[in-house]
Nanobody, 124 residues
């Protein structure tokens, strides 16, 4: 089993930036793809960004494309989500997750390892 722990959430004004980190332990991070999900109050959890274990392929939801960047440092067992040009509608709990080894990194149903989540609030 792999453990994930997010950090970096907080409050920011519209147009601001935050970077989220996700430290992975328990198993070699390089074996796993990684995704960032978010869930706003009253809404379903959505996959907003994902990256393969090599880092060579990425996916972004339309709602964050061009503003958010997912990356990873396998040597440090850490993944990142750089969030720029934040909007009030980006307010949510953000969680990093890892899918089963070998599964499609864009398959939301493959994610079975989760962090506890970190709150991001965008408000003036």
């Amino acid at each position: 089993q792999v453990q994930l722990e997010e950090s970096g959430g907080g409050s920011v004004q519209p147009g601001g930036s935050l970077i989220l980190s996700c430290v992975v332990s328990g198993r070699p991070f390089g074996n796993y793809a990684m995704g960032w999900f978010r869930q706003a109050p009253g809404k379903e959890r959505e996959l907003i960004a994902a990256i393969t274990w090599t880092g060579l392929s990425t996916y972004y939801a339309d709602s964050v494309k061009g503003r958010f960047t997912i990356s990873r440092d396998n040597a440090k067992s850490t993944g990142f989500l750089q969030m720029n040009s934040l909007k009030p509608e980006d307010t949510a709990v953000y969680s990093c997750a890892a899918p089963s080894i070998g599964s499609n990194y864009r398959d939301v149903n493959a994610y079975n390892n989760w962090g506890q989540g970190t709150q991001v609030t965008v408000s003036s």
